[in-house]
RNA sequence: CGGGGCGUAGCUCAGCCCGGUAGAGCGCUGCGUUUGGGACGCAGAAGUCGUCGGUUCAAAUCCGGCCGCCCCGACCA
């Protein structure tokens, strides 16, 4: 492609429009352009990127016995309202009527889709296992599109579906999706955490998600580099331990004046965090049928609540942090509330497992600059619920081994789930077993946003004159700069140019009448990993220049044989890449 | 949905406080000179100042509503 004829300019300046790395430079690039909140346009450059990101994904699919198939953006609402998602999801699913006022849905994902297909297709267990994939548009109206292309309203992913007669089938395909997905990482050039995730109230039991490690993540998670242990961090587990024990102390009321929060009152006390009691109020949807309630979540004072696992323990459906009326209106005191005093009748008390294990803690008298000291979990007072409601930290021991875990920020790139028949089940799509008998179809789900991913790989891959695509991704594998409009230049880069072309190399050719300059900083913005020059210069030296971008270490090539050796530096890039499959993680390697 | 910021030429922004004929740099068009890291000269085109309303002799500027975009939080099948 001649760069005189492109379309899709290069910024010099980025649009004020996001600030992340990843698409301040796909925008300066001429990569995309916002359209709306959270819409963006692929102009070519990224058109290319995306459609060799979505090969991967094919091939790998491919390789692991997927079948490509295509179902569609527009849903009838009948298929949602089966499954249920229709009255629980909210408004993150676009709806719409047509014509005839027949309510429509855009798709959010598919799995109603194939599991209608599944009632046609699927009978006997003799059809299955069955693995079918597509790369497809999706549309969730998210309340807040954040960070450019990282997260936005629409987009395209990858996402396949296993169909199989019993959870071992589905494991043993969701171990290869598992697999599949590493791999996929590799050949983008990014490493990818596989991160336990919290599978909802999805009905099944185990998730990943594939993490891409990066400050502008949107997502938490507790990693151990020396055990191998990665977990969201919502549903991340650590060791606790307890305070030393030491005898039961009379519960004490003690004058606390202004000390009204946790960090203080140790202080005041002279004891650390570890020795108080914390309580935080939430308020707690239980559904129509039930009417919102307070909940107490009591963890020890260092640690933080984990509000997904609470919400879970305290079998809600949401959270919200508490107002301070509805806190007083439950008879508590904000700041020195106490669960030795709270009115069970009016607030669900949740604390988390390691306070009864600890002894003699500080905790609020529920009255204004009063604490007590000596509260005993067991004699002074008890609770609704015991259960793991402390978030995991920086520095907390990790499950496996107790050593410390980190907490980092991470961009979601994929995700595997087993579904098992959440769906089949409430939409009825069954199989035949050896005895004639009906069975839920047991499935699984496994999504990889594809401009997602191209946001990481610039992410991953970006410096200050612009990014350095992986060759994989990258939208072409050369960029050809001509320094000469006219005379023996401009012949010896039109036939270097055609010749390329000829060869199958993927080369975008810098024709254009504008100074040096402006062709090696677009160069170096585009991204393109290889550059070859052609100028004066360069022939008086015998031929083209030919090296990685922005490299220095620059070859000459005769033109007599340049085709065949940037061909052979093309390999080099991806034997590079390649190196990246090798000791890759597995589901046979990890340590959970 | 709560908090904050912004909206003026294709892009980045100034002008607004203190009302009085709309600006700069980059980009764009033409001509000429230039050609190894975002060249130079000359000439030129280009903006309903987001939108609606109010105040005023007069509004980009002051006041109000609405819309849009960005950031933080809530939310995230």
């Given at each position: 492609?001649?760069l005189?004829?492109?379309?899709?300019?290069?910024?010099?300046?980025a649009?004020?429009?996001?600030?992340s790395?990843?698409?301040?430079?796909?925008?300066?690039a001429?990569?995309?352009r916002?359209?709306a909140?959270?819409l963006?346009?692929?102009?070519?450059?990224?058109?290319?990127?995306l459609?060799?990101?979505?090969q991967?994904?094919?091939?790998?699919?491919?390789a692991?016995?997927?079948?490509e198939?295509?179902?569609?953006v527009?849903?009838?609402?009948e298929?949602?309202?089966?499954?249920?998602?229709?009255?629980e999801?909210?408004?993150?699913?676009?709806?719409?009527q047509?014509?005839k006022?027949?309510?429509?849905?855009?798709?959010?994902?598919?799995?109603?889709?194939?599991?209608?297909l599944c009632?046609?297709?699927?009978?006997?267990?003799?059809?299955?296992?069955?693995?079918?994939y597509?790369?497809?548009?999706?549309?969730?109206?998210?309340?807040?599109?954040?960070?450019?292309l990282?997260?936005?309203?629409?987009?395209?992913?990858?996402?396949?579906y296993?169909?199989?007669?019993d959870?071992e089938?589905l494991?043993?395909q969701?171990?290869?999706?598992?697999?599949?997905?590493?791999?996929?990482?590799?050949?983008?050039?990014?490493?990818?955490?596989a991160?336990?995730?919290?599978?909802?109230?999805?009905?099944?039991?185990?998730?990943?998600?594939?993490?891409?490690?990066?400050?502008?993540?949107?997502?938490?998670?507790?990693?151990?580099e020396e055990?191998?242990?990665?977990?969201?961090?919502?549903?991340?587990?650590?060791?606790?331990?307890?305070?030393?024990?030491?005898?039961?102390?009379?519960?004490?009321?003690?004058?606390?004046?202004?000390?009204?929060?946790?960090?203080?009152?140790?202080?005041f006390?002279?004891?650390?965090?570890?020795?108080?009691?914390k309580?935080?109020?939430?308020?707690?949807d239980f559904?129509?049928?039930?009417?919102?309630?307070?909940?107490?979540?009591?963890?020890?004072?260092d640690?933080?609540?984990?509000?997904?696992?609470?919400?879970?323990?305290?079998?809600?459906?949401?959270l919200?942090?508490?107002?301070?009326?509805?806190?007083?209106?439950?008879?508590?005191?904000?700041?020195?509330?106490?669960?030795?005093?709270?009115?069970?009748?009016?607030?669900l008390?949740?604390?988390?497992?390691?306070?009864?294990?600890?002894?003699?803690?500080?905790?609020?008298?529920?009255?204004?600059?009063?604490?007590?000291?000596?509260?005993?979990?067991?004699r002074d007072?008890?609770?609704?619920?015991?259960?793991?409601?402390?978030?995991?930290?920086d520095?907390?021991?990790?499950p496996?081994?107790g050593?410390?875990?980190?907490?980092?920020?991470g961009?979601?790139?994929g995700?595997?789930?087993?579904?098992?028949?959440?769906y089949s089940?409430?939409?009825?799509?069954?199989?035949?077993?050896?005895?004639?008998e009906?069975f839920?179809?047991?499935?699984?789900?496994?999504?990889?946003?594809?401009?997602?991913?191209?946001a990481?790989v610039?992410?991953?891959?970006?410096?200050?004159?612009?990014?350095?695509?992986?060759?994989?991704?990258?939208?072409?594998?050369?960029?050809?700069?001509?320094?000469?409009?006219?005379g023996?230049?401009?012949?010896?880069?039109?036939?270097?140019?055609?010749?390329?072309?000829?060869?199958?190399?993927?080369?975008?050719?810098?024709?254009?009448?504008?100074?040096?300059?402006?062709?090696?900083?677009d160069?170096?913005?585009?991204?393109?990993?290889?550059?070859?020059?052609?100028?004066?210069?360069?022939?008086?030296?015998?031929g083209?220049?030919?090296?990685?971008?922005?490299s220095?270490?620059?070859?000459?090539?005769?033109?007599?044989?340049a085709?065949?050796?940037i061909?052979?530096?093309?390999?080099?890039?991806?034997?590079?890449l390649?190196r990246r499959?090798?000791?890759?993680?597995?589901w046979?390697?990890?340590s959970?």
């Amino acid at each position: 492609m001649r760069l005189s004829k492109f379309f899709g300019q290069t910024l010099r300046e980025a649009p004020s429009e996001s600030d992340s790395a990843s698409s301040q430079m796909l925008v300066r690039a001429g990569y995309v352009r916002q359209l709306a909140a959270g819409l963006y346009s692929y102009l070519p450059l990224a058109h290319r990127s995306l459609r060799k990101i979505e090969q991967i994904l094919r091939e790998e699919m491919d390789a692991i016995g997927g079948q490509e198939m295509c179902m569609p953006v527009v849903h009838p609402a009948e298929i949602w309202q089966e499954s249920g998602r229709w009255y629980e999801i909210g408004d993150e699913m676009g709806r719409f009527q047509d014509r005839k006022g027949r309510e429509l849905v855009l798709a959010m994902t598919h799995e109603e889709v194939v599991t209608s297909l599944c009632k046609s297709e699927i009978r006997s267990y003799r059809q299955l296992p069955q693995m079918v994939y597509h790369i497809q548009t999706k549309f969730r109206d998210e309340p807040r599109a954040r960070g450019g292309l990282i997260r936005v309203r629409e987009f395209v992913m990858k996402d396949s579906y296993t169909l199989d007669k019993d959870f071992e089938g589905l494991q043993s395909q969701y171990e290869a999706h598992y697999d599949a997905y590493h791999r996929i990482g590799a050949r983008l050039g990014l490493n990818l955490v596989a991160v336990q995730s919290d599978p909802g109230m999805m009905g099944g039991k185990v998730a990943h998600e594939f993490m891409y490690i990066s400050p502008v993540g949107e997502d938490s998670l507790a990693i151990c580099e020396e055990t191998g242990y990665a977990s969201n961090l919502d549903v991340a587990n650590f060791q606790k331990i307890p305070e030393p024990a030491s005898a039961p102390e009379p519960l004490t009321r003690v004058h606390t004046p202004g000390q009204s929060t946790i960090a203080k009152v140790a202080d005041f006390c002279g004891v650390t965090t570890r020795q108080t009691g914390k309580m935080v109020f939430y308020m707690g949807d239980f559904g129509p049928e039930d009417p919102s309630r307070l909940i107490a979540a009591c963890v020890r004072g260092d640690m933080e609540i984990n509000e997904l696992q609470l919400r879970y323990a305290a079998k809600a459906q949401a959270l919200r942090p508490a107002e301070a009326e509805e806190i007083t209106a439950a008879g508590c005191v904000p700041g020195y509330a106490s669960m030795c005093d709270i009115d069970r009748t009016k607030a669900l008390l949740v604390v988390d497992d390691l306070i009864p294990e600890s002894t003699n803690l500080i905790v609020g008298a529920n009255e204004r600059d009063w604490h007590y000291t000596g509260a005993n979990y067991g004699r002074d007072f008890t609770a609704d619920v015991i259960a793991p409601i402390a978030l995991a930290y920086d520095g907390a021991p990790d499950p496996i081994d107790g050593k410390p875990l980190q907490v980092v920020r991470g961009i979601e790139v994929g995700n595997i789930f087993q579904l098992g028949t959440r769906y089949s089940s409430s939409m009825g799509a069954t199989y035949t077993d050896e005895d004639g008998e009906g069975f839920p179809i047991v499935m699984g789900s496994y999504g990889i946003g594809v401009g997602r991913a191209l946001a990481c790989v610039a992410e991953e891959y970006s410096d200050e004159y612009g990014m350095d695509l992986p060759i994989s991704v990258a939208p072409y594998q050369v960029i050809l700069v001509s320094l000469g409009r006219e005379g023996e230049v401009h012949e010896a880069a039109e036939t270097l140019y055609h010749e390329l072309l000829a060869a199958g190399i993927e080369v975008l050719y810098d024709d254009r009448a504008v100074s040096p300059g402006i062709k090696f900083a677009d160069a170096d913005l585009r991204g393109i990993p290889l550059r070859c020059t052609v100028s004066s210069r360069s022939l008086k030296r015998g031929g083209a220049e030919f090296g990685r971008r922005r490299s220095k270490d620059l070859a000459i090539l005769p033109l007599g044989d340049a085709v065949e050796q940037i061909q052979a530096g093309i390999t080099e890039c991806f034997n590079v890449l390649n190196r990246r499959l090798e000791d890759l993680p597995t589901w046979a390697s990890r340590s959970e």
